[in-house]
């Protein structure tokens, strides 16, 4: 009896599953970007534990509880009680969301703003003088020290903390932005819109804003790293959020004339805010060698 010769399907390998596929594609991720995958894990912890912190066996944050006031961590009080009783672990999980919303504000509005006036300054030359030495005159001064006398000027409030942190900002995208419009609209696809007769704004659009989208995301995240960073330095100085409100600076302000006697007032907001600005930067640093930002 012949035998039948074998076929192509009978040396086939057997397909990968999709699990396997994606576990390896996962592997090889963090073995390029390790910091990059840290950093991100580490910022969607602490963002679905704000946004989700009514679930996360927590109570009131400006529920006061007199008689358990200063009592230290326990399995009742995972980080023990303020001076007036107040759950740490509660106000410290409720304060990540203004850190957050600060921080996302800030960036997000500053990327726009900057990049908007970055790209027609850089575009028209006779903008170009006038535009920067305003930008430079608001750089010469330092960005908390700005901020600082906006809020002086303004009352207390998340809306105004967000203006006072978004106008030093502005001037820095606008610098990176100029600075690469300068040299984009020399390059030869835009000279070959403009003698083909494409509109100014088209051109911006379709040609030079998308060369711009690697180096304004990492900067992006610098700028929602050092919001969160400036608006617990105003909150903690007394300048920033009302103080009912629970942020990580009020929280920390308040427990400073405690801090020999309860120093976890202090503690566990400041590892939050800590782990959130560090999760920032390490997703800026991954993400630029990632975009291979120069």
Do not use: C
Not at 88 to 102: A, E, N
Request: charged share 15%.
């Amino acid at each position: 009896m012949a035998l039948s010769p074998p076929v192509a399907a009978d040396f086939a390998l057997p397909a990968p599953t999709a699990r396997a596929g994606a576990l390896d594609t996962a592997r090889r991720a963090l073995l390029r970007h390790p910091t990059l995958i840290a950093g991100a894990l580490t910022l969607v912890v602490i963002l679905v534990a704000g946004v989700l912190a009514p679930l996360w066996w927590t109570g009131d944050p400006l529920e006061m509880k007199p008689a358990v006031r200063l009592r230290p961590p326990s399995a009742e009080r995972w980080f023990g009680s303020d001076n007036f009783g107040r759950d740490i672990y509660t106000r410290t999980l409720y304060g990540s969301r203004i850190s957050l919303t600060v921080g996302a504000a800030v960036s997000t509005l500053s990327l726009v703003l900057g990049t908007t006036l970055g790209l027609v300054v850089g575009f028209y030359r006779r903008l170009d003088m006038i535009a920067m030495r305003v930008m430079d005159g608001l750089m010469a001064i330092p960005a908390i020290l700005l901020a600082l006398a906006l809020m002086a000027l303004m009352k207390a409030s998340v809306q105004n903390v967000i203006i006072a942190l978004l106008i030093p900002e502005i001037p820095r995208v606008v610098r990176l932005t100029r600075a690469s419009v300068l040299s984009l609209r020399e390059h030869l696809m835009v000279e070959g819109a403009r003698a083909l007769g494409a509109r100014t704004p088209r051109i911006l659009a379709r040609y030079v804003l998308p060369g711009l989208v690697a180096p304004l995301i990492v900067q992006g995240t610098y700028i929602a790293a050092s919001a969160i960073l400036f608006e617990a330095y105003l909150s903690f100085l007394g300048a920033g959020t009302p103080p009912h409100i629970p942020s990580w600076g009020n929280i920390m302000a308040e427990g400073r004339a405690y801090v020999q006697l309860a120093f976890w007032i202090i503690l566990f907001p400041g590892i939050f805010l800590a782990a959130t600005v560090l999760a920032i930067n390490l997703v800026g640093d991954g993400l630029r060698d990632l975009l291979n930002v120069r």
